[in-house]
Every structure is written in structure tokens, then in C-alpha cells.
């Protein structure tokens, strides 16, 4: 079957960094994709890789191994209104995309 | 620019109730649409997604439906919801053809069902 494993909430500090970690197996593998979803809100895209390595955007950054069905998501100085839900997603082999189940992030000051 | 809207954004309905909850794209042509629900502490699970008028197709067998009736236009639809149909719903766009998994949500329907 088809999983994609994330922490269901973690806690950091305004002003700190955080890593949001992603395992998946999947049937195939086409793109990793993260979106933050506020509270009784919609997601919104991050973030996207396809290739090895890390991909910069700002404050967010999201790294890549494919070898080892993992991802990260790192946030730098982070602010309240980074308080959210963080969803990781993997395209498969079918251009379908399977969805976390999401982690939490409690920002506090 | 883009813009996706779907209504109602908040619903309470009795058990046996029809429901149509609604979603229209502004600002793009031939659009994949997609219907979500999201329950508590679980990832996104697909319903229906689209990749033109009148063609559906269906990821989870329930007594949920959905129609394309025209480009920028889907709806989903069901004649009796069971108390298991509450949950969050969010619409969805992507761009035909790109083979993306970035979507574009519309701003969810809670629907509630007593």
C-alpha cells in the first residue's frame, strides 16, 4: 500500500528553527509536495521536489532523498503566524497525489 | 489572476438530507477540478477529480456524486448523507495536462450531519 508518514504535532519557539520530517512509500514517485493549511482554512502550496537535494524559498526550505523516501521541511526564524498544519503529498506513478496526514506546528513566544 | 470559490463555506444538515455543495474557476480554461474531504487527523482523501466537462471520476465508492455541467463548474452532490459524510470539503484546481500536484483550493465546506 501506499504511505506517507509525518510527526502529528510538534512545538517550537518564535525566532527558532524547526525540521518537519516526511517518510512515504509509494507506487512510483513523480514530485514531493508540502502545503501549509491554517486552521479551518484550505492548503496552500509550499514547496515542491523532484530531484535530489534542497530547494530554498525565503524562511522555508524543503530537502529531498528519494533514495531513502524522505523529505524535509525546515523553517528559519519562525513567527507566530507560522502556526499551522504542514501536509506532505507525493505525487505517484499515476499523477495522483497521496496526502500526510499533516503535523501540527505550535508556534510559542 | 486565478481565483476558485466553492459555497457554502458552512452547513448543517439531518442524517437522510440531499446535499450540493458547489465550486467555480475563474481566470483558467480546461481545468482539472477536484473534490477533497479532509477528516480530523487524517490526510486528504480524493472523492472526484475531473479532467473535462462531464467526465468524472470516482476514487471512493460512497453515496456521494459529483457533475461537470460546464468547464469552470463542479458540484458535488448527494441525495441522502449519512452521519459518516460530516467532515471538511475542499475544492480543488490544477492546470490540465501539467502532470503537477500543485493544486489550487477553494476556502471548504464544513458540513455537519445530526
Known amino acids: 500500500g501506499q504511505n506517507i508518514d509525518q510527526p502529528t504535532e510538534m512545538t517550537a519557539t518564535e525566532g527558532a528553527i524547526v525540521q518537519i520530517n516526511c517518510t512515504y512509500q509509494?507506487?512510483?514517485?513523480?514530485?514531493l509536495f508540502w502545503y501549509q493549511q491554517h486552521a479551518g482554512e484550505a492548503p496552500t502550496f509550499l514547496s515542491y521536489?523532484?530531484l535530489d537535494g534542497l530547494e530554498e524559498k525565503g524562511r522555508f526550505s524543503s530537502f529531498l532523498s528519494r533514495s531513502k523516501g524522505y523529505s524535509y521541511l525546515l523553517l528559519k526564524e519562525l513567527q507566530m503566524k507560522d502556526s499551522a498544519s504542514y501536509l506532505c503529498?507525493?505525487?505517484?506513478?499515476?499523477?495522483?497525489?497521496?496526502w500526510g496526514a499533516g503535523t501540527k506546528l505550535i508556534i510559542k513566544p | 489572476s486565478q481565483t476558485i470559490h466553492q459555497w457554502p463555506a458552512t452547513l448543517v444538515q439531518p442524517v437522510g438530507s440531499p446535499l450540493s455543495l458547489e465550486c467555480t474557476v475563474e481566470?483558467?480554461?480546461?481545468?482539472?477540478l477536484y473534490w477533497y474531504r479532509q477528516a480530523a487527523g487524517r490526510g486528504l482523501q480524493l472523492l472526484f477529480y475531473?479532467?473535462?466537462?462531464?467526465?468524472i471520476s470516482s476514487e471512493v465508492p460512497q453515496n456521494l456524486s459529483a457533475s461537470r455541467p460546464q468547464d469552470r463548474q463542479f458540484i458535488l452532490s448527494s441525495k441522502k448523507l449519512l452521519l459518516s459524510d460530516s467532515g471538511f470539503y475542499l475544492c480543488?484546481?490544477?492546470?490540465?495536462?501539467?502532470?503537477?500536484?500543485?493544486?489550487?483550493f477553494g476556502e471548504g465546506s464544513r458540513l455537519t450531519v445530526l
Open positions: 509509494t507506487s512510483g514517485f513523480n514530485g
Open positions: 475531473s479532467v473535462g466537462i462531464g467526465q
Open positions: 521536489n523532484v
Open positions: 503529498a507525493v505525487l505517484d506513478s499515476n499523477y495522483q497525489l497521496i
Open positions: 480543488a484546481w490544477s492546470v490540465q495536462g501539467a502532470h503537477t500536484g500543485e493544486l489550487f
Open positions: 481566470g483558467t480554461s480546461n481545468p482539472n
